[in-house]
């Protein structure tokens, strides 16, 4: 069964950094493309940050210069880090990988930033 696993999340203050990871049961292939959603509480999915094979970061201006995302193929896991919290980064995070042979997503990981 193909899976996509998140691990780190969890609580921050404002300009504090968390670090989110993604492990996919599958090789990742250079056709796809992988990255991280949010889901704030009662709001609609959001895109936060995207990469693909020999490509850099396509982030969302509301994160840009504050996340980075990184893909390692050898590990078939791809990472965010979030640096400069803010209270409305509070949210659902979500990975996926899609590609020619679908779209797969995460269960999610909570971060909440507050003080």
């Known amino acids: 069964q193909v899976r996509l696993v998140e691990s780190g999340g969890g609580l921050a203050q404002p300009g504090e950094s968390l670090s989110l990871s993604c492990t996919f049961s599958?090789?990742?292939?250079?056709?796809?493309?992988v990255g991280w959603y949010r889901q704030p509480a009662g709001k609609q999915r959001e895109r936060v940050a995207t990469?693909?094979?020999?490509?850099?970061?396509s982030y969302d201006e509301s994160v840009a210069g504050r996340f980075t995302i990184s893909l390692d193929y050898h590990k078939n896991t791809f990472d965010l880090q979030m640096n400069g919290l803010k209270p409305e980064d509070t949210a659902l995070y979500l990975c996926g990988v899609w590609g020619p042979r679908g779209d797969y997503w995460g269960q999610g990981i909570q971060v909440t930033v507050s003080s």
């Open positions: 990469i693909s094979f020999g490509g850099g970061g």
């Open positions: 599958e090789d990742i292939h250079s056709s796809d493309t």
